[in-house]
């Protein structure tokens, strides 16, 4: 089997996280929801701020798995479990992603346990990605 192994720890990703990232993600994903744009509003609802979508969070995670180029993604899943606050400045929030391979299934899939963290706290849970080598 391609070399895998479980414990194989796959290359960490550091992304940030601008406001104009929001703006391009919302318009492509048709998300216009203001908590991710307008600060009035997002603090209105109790948000420290305007955060990032829960699904560009979740993509920026998947490419630790896509990245590591080492089969096709087949399965992705995850919890939302703490916001990404987006600050309005020119650097943006810093999200860090990391993956592990935490089982080799009997079809030959690998489960991939993938983390994401934003001021050293993890924003989702549950993150697993089934690769077909």
Known sequence: ???IQVGDV???LQVRISRAALVRYAGAAMDFNPIHWNEGFARGV??????????LTMALAGRVVTD???GALVDYSARFTRPVVVPNDDQGALVEL?????AINDDGT???NLD???????????????VRP
Request: charge should be positive; hydrophobic fraction near 50%; charged fraction near 15%.
């Open 68 to 70: 590591w180029g080492m």
């Open 10 to 12: 796959l290359p960490p």
């Open 110 to 112: 690998v489960r991939v």
């Open 46 to 55: 109790g948000l420290p701020d305007v955060i990032a979508h829960g699904m």
């Open 98 to 102: 990391s993956g592990k391979v935490g």
């Open 116 to 130: 994401a963290r934003f001021d050293g706290r993890s924003v989702l849970g549950k993150a697993i990605a089934i």
């Open 1 to 3: 089997m391609s070399g």
